[in-house]
């Protein structure tokens, strides 16, 4: 429900009563990971989703249920070979909601976190004994926390280390732990959610291809900062989508702001006094993407000047180069698309190919999302 909290929060600020459904387990092709989320209100307005379409109308119901009784539940949702028009995902795959009416406790707070942008976890019980089902616990990244499971203190404590543990990699999943804290004894599942701040998209090099990346970067969720040495060309009037514009050297900025485990660099300047003193200190950065800009014929160039420099074949191997996935791209707005589905590729494991006639899987368990969600890491 995280990745609603924005509307969630005005909802609660405004009084409303409303239920939330979630995602909790995700089994084969299914369309939406755990954490996805929708919401519906007293007065029947819905906001999310948790499928794409497929079962929706059900879940929906659910939630004007639970806001009327004030009963969590948990449904699974899967294909129907029986009927077609039965409520199921056409896709192939299963999922388990969990359908929580939200009435204060802890959700107001997580919520504000959420919407914030600092980094939260919301712990949620959604199977084990009925009378934890749907209860919550607020925690942060200290590991301080709020609320309670049930009125457990062992398994509030054990639950706030899991979910501190997740939240410092970014991740949504489920963990298996007992109802006593331990991890033997009736288990107890819960789901996760983490709300970090967006990762970081770094593009060096002020120029027309910039612009159009920086706005897919911010479609994409990304926090985007564009870097170039020029003051001239790196203004927000060329870049008024972007959220920061530094005027530096690439390489004395690089070393100068924080980048994680998350963070993109694109190089897009093609300007051997900038990519390779920014290179050699970007290969060896513990990030999710580099890439630069160029023709074969730049490439091959650069690629010799950083191994005079002292970049390794191992740290070499690092860098996406020539930028981008073969879309046979043209315009600027071509180009960022190509740089955008090799980030995308990268983080989930795709291949690039095509789908059609292909045999490989439509979703893969790759790496986290830009906004930190994985699937299930019981």
Not at 219 to 227: D, Q, R, S
Not at 270 to 287: E, G, N, Q
Request: aromatic share 4%.
């Amino acid at each position: 429900m995280l990745d609603i909290a924005e509307e969630l929060g005005r909802w609660a600020e405004q009084g409303r009563d409303f239920a939330v459904a979630t995602v909790v387990a995700v089994t084969g092709s299914a369309p939406r990971l755990p954490g996805a989320a929708l919401a519906v209100d007293s007065e029947g307005t819905a906001i999310g989703s948790v499928s794409g379409g497929c079962v929706e109308g059900a879940v929906y119901e659910l939630c004007r249920q639970a806001v009327q009784d004030g009963e969590t539940v948990v449904e699974r949702f899967g294909y129907s070979d029986e009927d077609a028009f039965a409520v199921g995902l056409t896709c192939g795959g299963i999922i388990d909601i969990l359908v929580t009416p939200v009435r204060g406790g802890v959700y107001p707070a997580a919520l504000a976190e959420a919407a914030s942008g600092r980094a939260a976890a919301l712990v949620r019980a959604v199977d084990g004994p009925r009378d934890l089902l749907g209860t919550a616990l607020l925690v942060r990244p200290d590991g301080t926390y709020d609320g309670g499971l049930g009125g457990h203190p062992e398994l509030d404590r054990t639950a706030a280390a899991e979910a501190r543990a997740l939240l410092e990699a970014g991740r949504t999943g489920t963990v298996t732990i007992g109802a006593d804290g331990a991890r033997c004894g009736q288990p107890v599942t819960l789901l996760v959610e983490s709300s970090v701040p967006p990762p970081r998209m770094i593009v060096f090099g002020a120029i027309d291809f910039a612009s159009a990346l920086v706005r897919v970067g911010k479609f994409l969720g990304y926090h985007v900062t564009v870097c170039d040495a020029r003051p001239v060309f790196a203004t927000a009037t060329r870049f008024p989508d972007a959220d920061e514009i530094v005027v530096a050297w690439p390489h004395e900025y690089l070393d100068a702001t924080e980048t994680d485990a998350r963070t993109v660099l694109c190089v897009l300047t093609h300007d051997a006094k900038f990519d390779i003193p920014l290179l050699r200190r970007a290969l060896r950065l513990p990030v999710a993407y580099v890439g630069a800009m160029g023709s074969r014929r730049t490439h091959e160039d650069r690629n010799r000047r950083l191994r005079e420099a002292g970049v390794t074949e191992l740290e070499l191997a690092r860098l996406r180069s020539p930028i981008g996935l073969d879309l046979g791209a043209r315009t600027p707005e071509e180009t960022a698309l190509s740089i955008a589905a090799e980030i995308v590729a990268d983080r989930r494991g795709g291949t690039g190919a095509s789908l059609t006639g292909a045999h490989t899987p439509i979703h893969h368990d790759g790496p986290s999302a830009p906004d930190g969600r994985i699937g299930s890491v019981a």
